[in-house]
């Protein structure tokens, strides 16, 4: 018995192409998916990560067939969860991309020296 | 006590938690305003008459530049060479060294701070954060690291006592980061964070590897030895951390 939770896809041996709502999930369910996932709490790292990419550098990576990209994907945490807490006012400071109220200057592709706003030294 | 200042186009908040004579405190609030207002003076990119202006325009040879000035450009250079070119206070095709300043402008006002007798205070310059000792309540200053999809809530919270924390991201800015090699917006990161002893670099080191995108991981896993430890979200949603990372308990 097939549950209605999934849908058939076109896949090997399935060249039927889905129709209706299955074809075109709707972005909430995408967005609901995601959200989920962000609150997962974060697996503890291991120290061995630092270790690892300094055996990379050091070259004796590639006799165990490991590049960066590798020991990236060993260590990845999963998903950014968070504590999922909203902080409780004044409790902590947030480090996060400036907030200032002029939008910060630092990259621009070469020849562009336009400015946004005086007064902004910003970085 | 605590005192918000907007300037450098931004909002620095100040948190002094030494248990010192409220006239000591309110003047070292003033002196360390007055020069943030010094530095955003001197070095905006922004105003005509600053001197990183005036060096630009060519009216200042580096011998006729400040100490302070001299400073900036030789740490830019060394950033440059330190994040392989992903560092570049000539990105923008002139001088602008506005990612180094304000970092370092807070990492020295903290500093002029503890000389003047406050060595438990905080400074968070727009979301980069620079603490000394505890809170009034003998704790760690607790920073939180903002959730890159959702404003009201934290990825992480760091236990820090002397030390700086910087973000750099895209999520509040869009594409202001870009590849220096290709031009390109950078790609791959959604919000780099990096703790360590100093701001001004912690601040460098998170917007270089922002611009480095993914292969900006495996950059920032070789700064521990130095100090510097960080998280990353990634543009799917991945999460990193360097293993030293100060989470608080």
């Known amino acids: 018995m097939t549950s209605s939770r999934f849908t058939r896809v076109a896949g090997p041996g399935n060249s039927a192409r889905p129709s209706g709502p299955a074809a075109h999930p709707p972005l909430v369910a995408n967005a609901r998916a995601r959200t989920t996932a962000l609150h997962r709490p974060p697996r503890a790292a291991s120290p061995a990560l630092d270790d690892l990419l300094g055996l990379v550098d050091s070259g004796l990576g590639d006799l165990l067939g490991l590049t960066e990209r590798d020991v990236i994907r060993l260590f990845d945490l999963g998903d950014p969860s968070g504590p999922g807490d909203r902080p409780e006012p004044g409790s902590v400071r947030v480090s996060r991309d400036n907030a200032g109220h002029h939008p910060r200057p630092r990259r621009r592709p070469p020849g562009d020296s336009r400015r946004t706003r005086p007064g902004d030294t910003g970085a | ?44 990119t922004y105003r005509e008459d600053s001197e990183v202006s005036r060096f630009r325009r060519g009216e200042l040879d580096l011998a006729g530049c400040s100490p302070d000035l001299r400073h900036v450009l030789d740490a830019c250079a060394d950033l440059w060479r330190a994040t392989d070119g992903y560092f570049d206070a000539y990105a923008g095709g002139l001088l602008d060294p506005s990612g180094y300043v304000k970092g370092w402008s807070v990492e020295v006002a903290s500093a002029r701070l503890a000389e003047a007798g406050s060595v438990n205070h905080c400074l968070n310059a727009g979301g980069d954060i620079r603490s000394r000792g505890r809170t009034a309540a003998g704790a760690p200053w607790r920073v939180g690291i903002r959730h890159p999809w959702q404003p009201d809530k934290l990825s992480w919270v760091l236990a820090i006592t002397d030390g700086a924390v910087a973000t750099s991201g895209t999520y509040e800015r869009g594409d202001h980061v870009r590849n220096p090699r290709t031009g390109a917006p950078a790609r791959g990161l959604r919000s780099v964070t990096v703790a360590g002893p100093d701001l001004a670099l912690a601040d460098s080191y998170a917007t270089a590897a922002l611009a480095m995108g993914e292969p900006g991981i495996a950059w920032l896993a070789k700064l521990v030895p130095d100090g510097y ?21």
């Open chain 2, 229 to 249: 430890e960080s998280a990353v979200v990634t543009e799917d949603t991945r999460a990193f951390t360097t293993a030293g990372l100060p989470v608080a308990l």
């Open chain 2, 1 to 44: 006590m605590r005192h918000v200042e907007h300037v450098m186009g931004t909002v620095v908040s100040i948190d002094l938690a030494d248990d010192l004579p409220e006239p000591t405190l309110r003047a070292l609030v003033a002196d360390t305003c007055a020069w943030l207002h010094e530095v955003d003076a001197r070095f905006s």
